[in-house]
């Protein structure tokens, strides 16, 4: 039975974490060429403006293959980084950075577009978690540089993983994917968690059972808390990187709990203060850091260093009982140096021993976790029957959290065909639906209308009440754009205040009739953001038809985009119909 258990037990983890590769989108762009460094921090003008963003002083700034950890740092905090943006088609371009070194301000020439973390008058900061940065940038961003103002007093500092130019959708759904199997597999060892205190409780062996659980609770939450997706479920990034401290602080005790059981004849007191030491740190190091004593970043080098040694122990102590040991024990013996191997290449990662790389150390925890249950239930065979219904039950769980996680990525996808901010459907989803619709139209000989509506003089707006007045303004506009046109018609957010309606079966009469009532509508309401009056809006609207203007129905958008350009330009607040020339 007991050479059984463990192929069962590997097979369940394979079929687990199998699956198709993530195919790069088209539209992702690395920034890996380009990159400058300068150390130091730049003085600012009177209108709060870093001087480095409007001056090339060539000499001053150096070449960098990536903007992380310069040469010659020499105990400095403060570097800037700087990057030209290339050309390239977008509709809703952001730049997403895989972490930062500790915090960042990010300016688009010499505009901030982007900040995380504070910035004291001297230019410092406390740590505040490293998570995955999304940066909105504008739509022509092409030839604008970008600057990164970058503080940290940890080991480390500057950019650090992936730097790319995405899509909006794009990057969440390269989040959620890239995410997938840590869900999965903390999902997976969070259960195992829960099996080995059951059996902790119903069993006589407990310490065996309860250091499996704790080792599986360990890794389970800290796989979950560094999964990019923790940040999706809730944006608390120094909540997730505590958790993720606690749990890989507690690895080590619960591994040499675990050997403290199997080497109670020999060497247990080497055991014990092995675990009782990390238990120590790991209460101390958290506690002085959530009562904002220190940093929680700077817990992680001492830690590291500590593990190494520990670990050297630990693989000493197994050396030399070896021959001692049962072959159960040898399987996880081997699955802990798998696991041991993968922690501490990720630790030669996040300290630049090793060029930047994913380390599955997911799957470490996942195969020393599977590798300890499946030795724990040889060895109690004479339960087998309950110990079966146990493991129907985990595999009917991971498949029900297997399919709520698919089911989950489904749900995001259908989100990135939504704007956000007013409901409404978004550029994507309209290219989509347009050449749907003109097919249909034409396979129908039926007409189809299109209608370019633009909010008048909202930049004016913005400035006078603020971008959360607008983007309020812009919500309720959707609303009412929802709410006026025909269940048939489709709506959509192109961006900024920019909307489009396709009109199957209307003609341009149909539309304008339509248009009339909604340019009514718009100039009667009075729009309030919280206790604030902030007055009306009015609209400007073009207007083009198939098959009345043009021959090709995927030419509405251009044509009806020159009708609205006619209507500004005489007047705005109004609608004009495309004029055939």
């Not at 020439?109 to 505040?128: K, N, P, T, V, W």
């Not at 396709?502 to 509508?521: D, S």
Request: charged share 20%; aromatic share 10%.
């Amino acid at each position: 039975m007991r050479s059984t258990l463990i192929p069962v037990v590997w097979a369940l983890l394979l079929a687990l974490l199998a699956g198709s590769p993530l195919q790069a989108d088209s539209s992702t762009l690395p920034l890996d060429t380009g990159w400058q460094y300068r150390w130091g921090d730049s003085p600012f003008d009177d209108a709060a403006t870093p001087l480095w963003t409007r001056q090339e002083a060539p000499t001053e700034w150096h070449p960098i293959a990536f903007p992380s950890n310069p040469p010659g740092r020499e105990g400095r905090h403060h570097a800037w980084f700087r990057i030209p943006l290339p050309d390239g088609d977008w509709r809703d371009p952001v730049l997403y950075i895989f972490s930062v070194d500790l915090i960042v301000q990010v300016y688009l020439g010499s505009e901030l577009i982007y900040q995380y973390g504070h910035f004291d008058e001297r230019g410092e900061g406390r740590f505040a978690g490293w998570p995955w940065h999304m940066i909105e940038l504008p739509e022509r961003f092409a030839g604008q540089r970008l600057h990164f103002r970058v503080f940290s007093d940890y080991t480390d500092i500057g950019l650090w993983g992936e730097v790319k130019l995405m899509e909006r959708p794009d990057l969440i759904l390269y989040i959620l994917e890239r995410s997938a199997q840590a869900l999965v597999v903390s999902g997976f060892s969070l259960l195992i968690a829960l099996l080995a205190f059951i059996l902790a409780v119903l069993q006589a062996n407990r310490r065996s059972f309860a250091g499996i659980g704790l080792f599986s609770l360990a890794s389970g939450m800290m796989i979950l808390a560094e999964s990019q997706a923790s940040q999706l479920l809730l944006e608390e990034p120094l909540l997730w990187d505590t958790l993720a401290a606690g749990a890989y602080f507690m690895l080590p005790v619960a591994m040499a709990l675990l050997l403290e059981h199997w080497f109670a004849r020999q060497q247990p007191l080497l055991m014990r203060r092995l675990w009782q030491g990390h238990l120590l740190y790991a209460v101390v190091a958290l506690g002085l850091s959530m009562a904002g004593v220190i940093n929680l970043s700077s817990t992680y080098p001492p830690f590291d260093a500590l593990l190494l040694i520990s670990l050297t122990i630990m693989f000493v102590a197994i050396v030399i009982q070896w021959r001692a040991l049962v072959s159960e024990q040898k399987v996880i013996i081997a699955a802990y140096a798998l696991f041991g191997l993968l922690l501490i290449a990720d630790m030669a990662v996040a300290h630049g021993l090793l060029p930047w790389q994913r380390i599955p150390v997911s799957l470490g925890a996942l195969a020393f976790s599977l590798a300890l249950v499946a030795i724990s239930v040889a060895d109690y065979s004479r339960t087998q029957r309950e110990i079966r219904r146990l493991n129907r039950d985990l595999q009917q769980e991971v498949a029900t959290r297997t399919r709520e996680l698919e089911a989950m990525v489904e749900r995001l996808r259908e989100f990135s065909y939504q704007d956000p901010l007013t409901g409404l459907k978004n550029r994507r989803h309209f290219d989509e639906i347009l050449a749907h619709e003109a097919a249909t139209a034409r396979r129908h000989d039926s007409p189809l209308a299109l209608v370019m509506v633009d909010i008048d003089h909202f930049k004016r707006f913005n400035d006078r009440h603020g971008h959360e007045a607008g983007d309020a303004v812009l919500a309720t506009a959707g609303a009412l754009l929802r709410e006026h046109f025909r269940d048939a018609d489709v709506v959509c957010r192109l961006g900024g205040e920019e909307f489009v309606v396709i009109m199957p079966g209307a003609t341009a009469a149909m539309a304008e009739a339509r248009i009339r009532g909604l340019l009514h509508g718009i100039r009667e309401c009075r729009f309030r953001h919280r206790d604030t009056e902030l007055g009306g809006i009015t609209l400007s609207c073009g207007i083009a038809a198939w098959p009345e203007h043009t021959e090709d129905p995927l030419a509405l958008t251009r044509l009806a985009d020159e009708a609205l350009y006619r209507a500004k330009h005489r007047g705005r607040d109004r609608s004009e119909i495309y004029a055939v020339s």
